[in-house]
């Protein structure tokens, strides 16, 4: 059941947002000391909401569609009374004293937050094995990584305990987890959504957004959080539309850009003939389909993780002192960027800018590019190296080498399964749009949706 | 260089420190070195904002 689908069945009376919320805890209950993807659990203050839900709308008070809806958000971002760890010893006890931006935006579109994801130490990696609230495993199989950062989000939206989770995304932290649990995820433009009120790991780099079981369910999410926030310094005040695409949608027309560079090279065989069956879906339901060639990515990649090193240690500096308390990955790249001569952080945000200026020039000729989330399916969970393309490569390095740059160049992407491997791991497309495109990247991935790409629901617990 | 920062790493975590560095590094000092010098950095102050 999609978010949709819900708020039609909430408004039919077929069932109440409070049974729809006990039905979530008792999901949570039973799955979660499986996929361990919560840290936190608010099921009493979750009950209550729901109360208010289902009164509000019992007296003609409708929030929109996800009133009395069950989500829940990565525990990064800020709950007001309601532990908020980052996923690291450092925060564990950590009681904010108001909301994040994010979190008063779906609480006042009525959404029933059922508490705190686990995630990937500080949102610093990309397996979410955290070494102090344990791992959290793949719905699809238990043995496998969610990816990460957002890797519980993955997980809760995956399995079907949630109808949406909110993630972070500063090197491909919400595509990634998207992409291994086969679910929608959503990064939207830099400054479309507030970072207000939720733990920073780099400043220039961090976006949040939505996973999501469809498309549409991602830009009912959307709608409810983007738009201005004073209290964000990075905020856009560019105008907000409304980002729900409408029924029959089509992509008769539109000029996907299909990059002969970079994108397509050092793929898993079942990855790369999954996402070339969507882009052939996309011709046939009339898209135009152009080779491209673009900027040098893996440059930018390298730019990327540069700014990433030093900001993220710039965040954590007074805390390294502490070093028992950091996973050894985390603390290794904390180091590093202690190391990175500043000389080299600001080549790398000038660089960026160029990068960013190569890239605009691609817009013109296509409205959107159609590329894989990772090159690889969910890695198994403490494998450290993947084998791709007759190459062994870090599995970090190898899973963030079609996002990362993204982030650097702010762009909005949307990640959405477009097949399952012979294992039965999902395989994902990114979508990848001009800044602010965010209604026309979703309208793309609707309009693919409805002409048949995806994969069928998670066969969680049954596996 | 760790110890003039102020850092107290151990001997056996600088293996996992400076390997990976070097290799960025040696990625990253090439492509910086055409920059012209108008190239502004990304990140800018803009007066307004805190006005």
Redesign the interface.
């Known amino acids: 059941m999609t978010i949709r689908e819900a708020a039609e069945s909430l408004r039919a009376r077929r069932f109440s947002a409070v049974e729809l919320t006990a039905s979530a805890i008792a999901r949570i209950e039973r799955y979660n000391p499986k996929l361990n993807a919560f840290i936190t659990v608010t099921a009493e203050r979750a009950i209550e909401r729901a109360r208010q839900a289902d009164s509000e709308l019992a007296a003609g008070r409708d929030r929109g569609p996800l009133h009395g809806v069950p989500i829940a958000v990565k525990d990064l971002f800020a709950t007001r009374g309601v532990r908020t760890t980052a996923g690291s010893r450092v925060y564990e006890n950590y009681l904010p004293s108001a909301d994040a931006t994010v979190v008063e935006k779906l609480e006042a579109a009525g959404a029933v937050n059922l508490g705190k994801l686990n995630l990937h130490e500080l949102a610093y990696g990309i397996t979410s094995a955290n070494p102090h609230f344990g791992a959290v495993r793949n719905p699809w199989n238990t043995e496998h990584s969610p990816g990460g950062s957002s890797g519980g989000s993955g997980a809760a939206v995956a399995a079907g305990i949630v109808y949406a989770a909110m993630g972070s995304d500063t090197g491909g932290s919400i595509r990634i987890p998207a992409g291994f649990c086969g679910t929608v995820g959503l990064k939207p433009t830099y400054g479309r959504v507030s970072r207000h009120g939720v733990f920073p790991l780099a400043y220039?780099l961090d976006h949040m957004g939505p996973l999501t079981r469809s498309v549409r369910d991602a830009a009912i999410v959307l709608n409810a959080i983007a738009g201005h926030d004073r209290r964000d310094?990075a905020s856009s005040r560019h105008p907000v539309v409304d980002y729900v695409p409408d029924d029959g949608c089509g992509i008769r027309g539109l000029r996907v850009g299909f990059p002969d560079n970079f994108y397509f090279e050092r793929l898993d065989g079942e990855v790369e003939s999954a996402v070339r069956g969507a882009i052939a879906r996309a011709e046939a339901l009339g898209a135009e389909v152009k080779p491209v060639v673009v900027p040098d990515v893996a440059?930018l990649n390298?730019?990327a993780?540069?700014i990433l090193?030093a900001e993220a240690s710039a965040v954590m500096e007074p805390y390294?002192?502490k070093?028992d308390q950091f996973g050894?990955d985390v603390?290794?790249l904390l180091?590093?960027g202690?190391?990175?001569p500043a000389v080299?952080y600001?080549?790398?945000?000038?660089?960026?800018?160029?990068m960013?200026r190569e890239f605009a020039r691609l817009w013109s000729a296509v409205d959107c590019l159609f590329i894989p989330t990772t090159p690889n399916t969910a890695p198994a969970i403490g494998e450290t190296t993947i084998r791709l393309g007759g190459r062994e490569e870090d599995v970090r390095l190898a899973t963030t080498r079609l996002v990362r740059g993204i982030n650097a160049l702010g762009l909005p992407a949307l990640s959405m399964p477009c097949g399952l491997s012979a294992s039965g791991l999902p395989i994902s497309l990114q979508i990848v749009g001009p800044p602010f495109e965010e209604a026309l990247i979703l309208k793309i991935g609707a309009a693919l949706e409805d002409g048949g790409v995806g994969i069928p629901p998670c066969p969680f617990p049954s596996r | 260089m760790a110890k003039a920062r102020g850092l107290e790493v151990p001997d056996r975590d600088m293996d996992r420190i400076a390997g990976p560095l070097e290799t960025l590094e040696e990625a990253f000092r090439p492509l910086a070195k055409d920059l012209k010098a108008e190239d502004e950095p990304a990140t800018g102050f803009r007066a307004e904002e805190t006005a």
């Open positions: 220039s310094p440059a390298v730019v993780r540069v090193l390294l002192d070093r050894a603390l290794a180091d590093q202690c190391l990175l080299d600001v080549n790398a945000q000038r660089l960026r800018r160029r960013q």
